[in-house]
């Protein structure tokens, strides 16, 4: 029995990770997003419980403690980090779950649940097109704008650890792309629907 599979989506900010999972939702059939808890502030437009939990540093350190989190890191001084019951009662719904989390955040994922991920790493073109887009969106002050950059020339660095990079040189072309391979993330088999699969092949009837 097919369940549930996992597609982790890294990248730096302003990669366009967020544009491209909605303009792919119509295509790419049943998923659940999951929603990060953060202890950053929220971003205007933002909405507590749509785009993340936010929460205080010290509520996100009890559930560390509590052990809710299937992963979680600090990226630019916060803590961000990926809640394990909504992620494993989608899985055993059977559904595509998308993590949009940074690299450690996959390197902890994968280690856990390696045979039934697929990643990818969306990025920009270029260092200087993300610079662009980054000033261009005027949510963030020139501070923050910097250490996201620097962040983006280590996170660049990881993507060999992905299954496959995105471009995103236009929306439409790194949609399409995404769509395609979040059909093949679905189409992934585990181990224990390789085991089924040996133990019925091999069945006499
Ligand atoms: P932003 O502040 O721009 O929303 O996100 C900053 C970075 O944190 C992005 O690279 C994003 O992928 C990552 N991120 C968001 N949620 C999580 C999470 O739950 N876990 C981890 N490890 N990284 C996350």
């Known amino acids: 029995m097919q369940k549930g599979a996992v597609l982790v989506l890294s990248g730096p900010s302003g990669a366009g990770k967020s544009t491209i999972i909605q303009a792919s939702s119509s295509e790419i059939g049943e998923y659940y997003f999951s929603i990060s808890t953060t202890t950053r502030l929220p971003r205007e437009g933002e909405k507590n419980g749509v785009d993340y939990f936010f929460v205080t540093k010290e509520h996100f350190e009890e559930d560390i403690k509590a052990g809710h989190f299937l992963e979680y890191a600090q990226v630019h001084g916060n803590y961000y980090g ?9 899985l055993e719904a059977g559904k595509l779950v ?5 690299v450690q955040g996959h390197r902890l994922v994968r280690a856990k ?3 039934i991920i697929t990643s990818a ?3 920009p073109p270029t260092l200087q097109s993300l610079k662009e887009r980054l ?3 005027s949510t963030d002050n020139q501070e923050i704008i910097q250490e996201r950059l620097e962040n983006a020339k280590e996170e660049i660095k990881a993507v060999n650890e992905y299954d496959f990079i995105i471009v995103n040189n236009t929306v439409e072309e790194a949609t399409k792309r995404f769509v395609t391979i979040a059909k093949a993330a679905r189409l992934k088999q585990s181990d224990k629907d390789n085991e089924n699969f040996i133990e019925h092949w091999l069945s006499e009837k």
Do not use: H, Q, Y
């Open 135 to 137: 000033n261009a969106r």
């Open 121 to 123: 790493f969306i990025t």
């Open 82 to 90: 990926t809640s394990l019951v909504p992620v494993r009662e989608a």
């Open 98 to 102: 998308i993590f949009d989390i940074d």
């Open 113 to 115: 649940m390696a045979d």
